[in-house]
C-alpha cells in the first residue's frame, strides 16, 4: 500500500460531521468508544495471532479490526482508528506491555521528576508515523462508507500512566507529584502537549477527519485541579492544532475532548474551544446541555453497563437518552468505552434505537 496516497474516496456519511459542526442532521450519529475491541469475536481471533502493540504497529492490522465493527452493525456513523493512548509514552522512550487481565504495564515507571529529562521528546512523532500508515489505509478501505477518527490521550491522563506504571484506583503517586513537584508535573504535561500537538496535526494529514481527546482520569480531579492541570492543557492542544493545520494548508477538522469524571468542570470545557464535549453516565443531558449552551455538540452518554439489559431494555433507554439530548449538535456515544463481555446483540439494539428515534 502507497500510505501518501491521499486521493481518498468521497465521503458517503457526513452525519457525524455535520453533527460536530451543527448542522442539520437527517438521523441521528452513533459510534461507540472502543467499538474495535474485545467484545468482537473477530477482534479476538487476531489478537490469538498478535500482541495488543503489534496490532497497533502494524497497519493492516489496525485497518482490519477498525474496519471489523462496521462490517457487523449497519447503523455506526463513524470508525475510529484502532490504537492506544500509551502509544505517546511508548514513543517517548518508555516501555509498556499489555497483560491479559490486568491492562498496560509500565515496568519502569517514573519515579524521580529528574527522569523527565530523559524522556526523548525530539522525534516522538515520527516514531508513531505507523498511525498515521494506519489512518491513511482505512481511509481507502473504507471506501467512505463513514468518517475516520483519530485520538490520543490527555496530558494528565497519560502522566498518570507515566507515574504510577499502569492504570490505578486512586492516583496516590501523581497525586503526591502535584503536591511535591508542581513545576515538574507542568513541565511534563508541556512536554505531553507538544508531542499530542504535533501527533494529531500528523493525524489529520493522514486522513483523520475528526480527533478526540481522552482525558480518562478527570474523575480523580477536583474542580479546582482540573482547572489547573487539565484545562489549559487541553486548550493548548486544541489552538495549537488549529494553527498548525492552518499553517500546513490543511482541511480543519472538528474537535471532541472526553473527560471522564469531568461533569463538575462542564462550563470550563465550554470555553477550551472543541466543537464537541463527551459526556459520561453520570451527566443529565438536560443539564448539560443548560450548561454549555447551544453552540456546542454533546456526545454520550449510556451507561455501558446498560448494555447487558434486554435488547427491549436497551432500546428504551437510548429512545429516552436520545430524546433528551435532541437532534440538534448531539452525537450518541456510550459514556464510557464497550466492555469486553458485551453482547453482540446489545450494540444492535443501541445503533438501531439511535437512528430510529426522533
Given at each position: ?185 507542568h513541565k511534563l504535561l508541556s512536554l505531553l502537549t507538544r508531542v499530542i500537538i504535533d ?160
Amino acid at each position: 500500500m502507497n500510505f501518501t496516497n491521499k486521493n481518498f474516496p468521497a465521503l458517503k456519511n457526513d452525519r457525524l460531521l455535520r453533527a460536530a459542526r451543527g448542522q442539520e442532521v437527517d438521523k441521528v450519529p452513533v459510534w461507540v468508544m472502543r467499538q474495535a475491541g474485545r467484545y468482537l469475536p473477530e477482534f479476538q481471533e487476531v489478537r490469538a495471532k498478535h500482541d495488543f502493540f503489534t496490532v497497533c504497529r502494524t497497519p493492516e492490522l489496525a485497518c482490519e479490526v477498525t474496519l471489523q465493527p462496521l462490517r457487523r452493525y449497519d447503523h455506526l456513523d463513524a470508525s475510529i482508528i484502532f490504537s492506544d493512548i500509551l502509544v505517546i509514552p511508548q514513543a517517548l522512550g518508555m516501555t509498556v506491555e499489555m497483560h491479559p487481565g490486568k491492562g498496560p504495564v509500565f515496568p519502569n515507571p517514573l519515579n524521580d521528576p529528574m527522569e523527565i529529562d530523559g524522556l526523548k521528546e525530539d522525534g516522538a512523532v515520527s516514531r508513531l508515523l505507523y498511525v498515521g500508515d494506519a489512518i491513511t489505509l482505512t481511509r481507502h478501505k473504507i471506501e467512505g462508507k463513514v468518517p475516520l477518527i483519530g485520538f490520543t490521550g490527555a496530558p494528565f491522563t497519560l502522566m498518570g500512566y507515566m507515574i504510577e506504571g499502569g492504570g490505578s484506583q486512586n492516583m496516590q503517586k501523581t497525586k503526591e507529584w502535584l503536591t511535591k513537584f508542581p513545576k515538574d508535573v507542568h513541565k511534563l504535561l508541556s512536554l505531553l502537549t507538544r508531542v499530542i500537538i504535533d501527533y494529531l496535526v500528523m493525524q489529520v494529514d493522514s486522513g483523520a477527519q475528526l480527533l478526540q481527546v481522552f482525558e480518562s482520569s478527570a474523575d480523580h480531579l477536583t474542580r479546582e485541579m482540573f482547572a489547573e492541570v487539565s484545562a489549559p492543557y487541553l486548550k493548548e492542544i486544541r489552538d495549537g492544532v488549529r494553527k498548525q493545520i492552518e499553517e500546513k494548508k490543511l482541511e480543519q477538522v472538528p474537535m471532541t475532548v472526553f473527560a471522564k469524571g469531568g461533569g463538575h468542570s462542564l462550563d470550563v470545557q465550554a470555553t477550551l474551544g472543541y466543537e464537541t464535549l463527551g459526556l459520561d453516565w453520570t451527566v443529565d443531558p438536560v443539564e448539560a446541555r443548560k450548561i454549555v449552551g447551544d453552540n456546542i455538540t454533546l456526545q454520550g452518554n449510556l451507561d455501558p453497563q446498560d448494555l447487558y439489559k434486554t435488547p427491549e431494555e436497551i432500546r428504551q433507554l437510548t429512545l429516552d437518552m436520545v430524546r433528551k439530548f435532541g437532534k440538534t449538535r448531539y452525537v450518541a456515544n456510550l459514556g464510557h468505552g464497550i466492555t469486553p463481555q458485551t453482547p453482540l446483540e446489545s450494540m444492535t439494539a443501541f445503533t438501531d434505537a439511535v437512528h430510529e428515534a426522533l
